[in-house]
């Protein structure tokens, strides 16, 4: 699923510059509807800069004169036509090609080397091959909801009741996001399967999607495969996605099949972000003792050490999720 990612972004910068052309092209015949004059100063203008050409080609004595009076009286054909477009309602840049990326004018690469654009589409891609798109649609910090959080029993860690702790930790993910271009703060979710880390995860990503900035999220299940990938097929792309992105979010670990492999990668990608001093999210149902006894010490020590821990709590959502489904039903059936 992973594989060929480079051509597939290539792919997505072809497409982006075919429709820029395809709208350029309805601009210009617009304009020439509308503004027959400007049609007649544009093919001024190419006879012009077709008899730059052919003086080169001449080589007369007077060629460097010749040359700057076409170039001159070009710039006052292009002079008069953005008067026109403008004295029209219409910008001066009208009839000009868009671009996406004004950097690499949707090439993806700029001064040879990848354009920060690369990765906001090769990012795209990866989201439109998993069900993560799917969860952005559905998750937010405006669709929180947090009548579905019990009010009533006070958990005996912390003292607070579900609903009390998820309004805490909603206020964590939005000062998480409003303050991201300054922080270097890393977040473990951690508690019982169904007690709102995904949502809340996905609502953060979502967030930050809607701010530019490229947030890679995997299942612990999928950053295995993707590890295979990078390991055993070389796959660049997808190493650089998961290394440099602004934020990886991983969600569900300790879910995958922990084998020494699993174990050392995970280890390794944590570690290489926090050297890089690149952010993550990682969700689990794991306590940083369970992080030990499953994977290992160096593991559990640097999420100690290097994340704020985020404690959920309470009854699993998707059972008062699929009871308020019901009840619904049953409302309709009357």
Do not use: W
Request: proline share 1%; hydrophobic share 35%.
């Amino acid at each position: 699923m992973m594989n060929n990612l480079h051509s597939k972004v290539m792919a997505r910068y072809e497409a982006i510059r075919k429709e820029e052309e395809t709208r350029q092209k309805e601009r210009k015949a617009e304009i020439y509807q509308r503004i027959p004059l400007i049609a007649e100063l544009e093919t001024q203008m190419s006879l012009n800069s077709l008899n730059v050409a052919r003086v080169h080609l001449r080589d007369q004595d007077n060629a460097d004169r010749e040359i700057a009076r076409l170039k001159e009286e070009n710039l006052n054909l292009r002079q008069n036509k953005m008067e026109l477009l403008v004295s029209n309602g219409y910008p001066m840049d009208y009839m000009d090609l868009k671009h996406h990326c004004r950097k690499c004018n949707d090439s993806g690469f700029f001064q040879g080397r990848k354009c920060t654009c690369y990765n906001n589409l090769l990012a795209e891609i990866v989201y439109e091959e998993s069900d993560f798109h799917e969860m952005l649609n559905d998750n937010s910090f405006e669709t929180f909801d947090e009548s579905l959080f019990d009010a009533t029993t006070v958990h005996a860690g912390s003292n607070k009741t579900a609903r009390q702790q998820m309004r805490e930790n909603l206020e964590i993910a939005r000062t998480y996001v409003r303050d991201f271009p300054i922080h270097l703060d890393n977040l473990y979710f951690y508690g019982p399967s169904g007690t709102g880390k995904t949502f809340l995860a996905t609502s953060i990503a979502k967030a930050l999607l809607q701010e530019g900035q490229v947030v890679v999220y995997r299942t612990a299940s999928q950053l295995m495969e993707d590890i295979k990938d990078i390991k055993f097929r070389d796959n660049k792309e997808l190493e650089q996605l998961l290394t440099d992105s602004d934020l990886l979010i991983l969600d569900d670990l300790g879910t995958e099949m922990v084998t020494d492999l699993a174990k050392t990668e995970v280890f390794n990608l944590i570690n290489l972000r926090l050297l890089h001093k690149k952010k993550m999210l990682i969700s689990s149902n794991l306590s940083l003792g369970s992080i030990r006894d499953k994977y290992s010490e160096r593991l559990s020590s640097r999420i100690a050490g290097e994340f704020i821990l985020v404690a959920f709590f309470g009854d699993d959502l998707r059972n008062a999720k699929g009871q308020r489904k019901i009840l619904r039903f049953r409302r309709r059936m009357k």
